[in-house]
């Protein structure tokens, strides 16, 4: 399957949940997409040279229309891990699951599990999906990657993972190589299909990387425009090490290098203290919020409330698969809500508007694409998601914004488009066939684990 041109879609009769400067919802209202772009959103019925400019119209009543979402962090070879290594803290996990599968996997695999990943998140509302990709031992996996991405028409950042030091030696390699190593992909891919897929570096966790290759690979990233996305403050443990080796805490120490600024993307960030709030927000770097891969490893409860008021862009994601085990941005703000909600012991602390606006407005700022993504406004990439609003998931709605966060489910995704195409319409992917894509899957994971020595139940 094919991408095809993008035609002029009017979209009528739903709640167009817009996530603008003004939180404004048009119940109910249309959108009329032109190529890759939206041309106007309006309440109530369209006007009539918004019909007679349509070469499809599609009533969406009944549902709400929104911005796609953007999922902010993820690790999309874990899809071939799910349930490996359950009941685990993050640095055992690690070791006993994360080390011995990634030798094995090879630019096959990780086509398999990129696909089947990124079918995923389009069928959990994310148009946007951020891979802090680390995995190497096979040169060719970082352009496969990006080739999947491509092939399904998603809009899709390689945050292009490395570590030099007190790491998994097969997964170490030095700034000199991984410079060389990008090059290509970066030269190839980034801006690649009309800016749809993008290039950055990152930098696996502070413990792993040394200062000059921080420095250098930073330097690089920025050179070419590229964001760099780091793990940071995940556990109490890592910022215990960084301050017995480093004197420093995680954000400071980025500060110290001349890395953290507003092209810097700091996935978890559930250790930072208020003074590290603070530089966050006054370096205008983001922040990645995990809520459920925070729980999933009992790292802890990231301040989000702190960080919001303090000024701090937040986006939402849901970690790899290996430590979720799903990929669900609708699960992720749920869970974003309640576990605030619960830390504080105050019901209000965290609106489902609030949400709303991390997963999509937050990711937007998070790949400093701030302006063109992450609402329903005119002039914007038509990145946009259709949630049905009548199902026994969802009815009878009193509220949209709380319907679309604490009820909806991925069985509620009826279409999804990115540059205005439909790459999931009427609750079908258009792009892929997805029982194909499943089973190569199950296929590389049983070949994948079965050489690193790990028995499943795909193995019997």
Not at 155 to 169: K, S, T
Not at 324 to 330: E, I, L, S, T, V
Request: proline letters at 5%; a negative charge.
């Amino acid at each position: 399957m094919t991408l095809g041109a993008p035609g002029t879609t009017l979209l009528t009769g739903g709640a167009v949940v817009t996530v603008d400067d003004h939180g404004t919802i048009h119940d109910p209202g249309w959108v009329l997409i032109d190529g890759a772009s939206i041309a106007g959103v309006g309440p109530g019925d369209p006007p009539e040279a918004a019909r007679r400019a349509a070469t499809v119209e599609l009533d969406a009543t009944g549902a709400a229309v929104m911005p796609g979402m953007v999922n902010g962090h993820t690790h999309l070879f874990q899809t071939l891990l799910r349930g490996l290594a359950d009941d685990k803290p993050l640095l055992d996990w690690l070791r006993d699951c994360i080390w011995p599968a990634a030798g094995e996997i090879d630019a096959e695999a990780a086509t398999a599990a990129a696909t089947l990943g990124l079918i995923e998140n389009l069928r959990t509302g994310a148009t946007t999906v951020v891979d802090h990709q680390y995995v190497h031992a096979d040169p060719d996996i970082d352009d496969a990657v990006c080739r999947a991405a491509d092939a399904l028409g998603i809009r899709y950042e390689l945050a292009r993972g490395w570590a030099d030091r007190n790491y998994h030696p097969p997964l170490t390699e030095s700034a000199a190589t991984v410079l060389e190593r990008v090059e290509p992909l970066r030269r190839d891919w980034h801006g690649a299909s009309d800016g749809r897929i993008t290039i950055g570096l990152a930098p696996l966790i502070p413990w792993g990387c040394s200062d000059e290759a921080m420095v250098a690979t930073t330097a690089a990233c920025r050179s070419w425009g590229g964001n760099v996305h780091t793990h940071c403050a995940e556990t109490a443990v890592e910022v215990d090490m960084s301050l017995e080796e480093r004197g420093l805490r995680h954000a400071p120490w980025l500060d110290s290098l001349g890395v953290l600024g507003p092209d810097v993307q700091l996935a978890h960030s559930v250790w930072l203290d208020d003074a590290e709030i603070d530089l966050v927000a006054e370096r205008g770097a983001s922040v990645v919020h995990c809520p459920v891969s925070n729980m999933y490893l009992a790292s802890g409860v990231a301040p989000i409330r702190s960080m919001l008021d303090r000024g701090v862009n937040v986006a939402l994601a849901t970690d790899g698969p290996g430590s979720n085990n799903r990929q669900d941005m609708f699960e992720a703000c749920k869970v974003a809500a309640l576990l605030q909600k619960v830390d504080h012991l105050d019901a209000t602390v965290l609106q489902p508007e609030e949400v709303l606006a991390m997963a999509c407005r937050g990711g937007a700022r998070l790949l400093g694409r701030g302006d063109d993504l992450g609402a329903v406004v005119a002039g914007r990439r038509a990145d946009l998601v259709v949630v049905d609003l009548r199902s026994p998931f969802t009815a009878p709605v009193n509220r949209v914004p709380s319907a679309l966060v604490y009820n909806t489910t991925p069985r509620d995704v009826v279409h999804v488009l990115v540059d205005g195409r439909f790459l999931v319409r009427d609750r079908s992917l258009t792009t892929a066939d997805e029982p194909s894509v499943v089973a190569e899957a199950e296929v590389a994971a049983r070949r994948v684990l079965a050489a690193a020595g790990m028995e499943t139940r795909l193995n019997h």
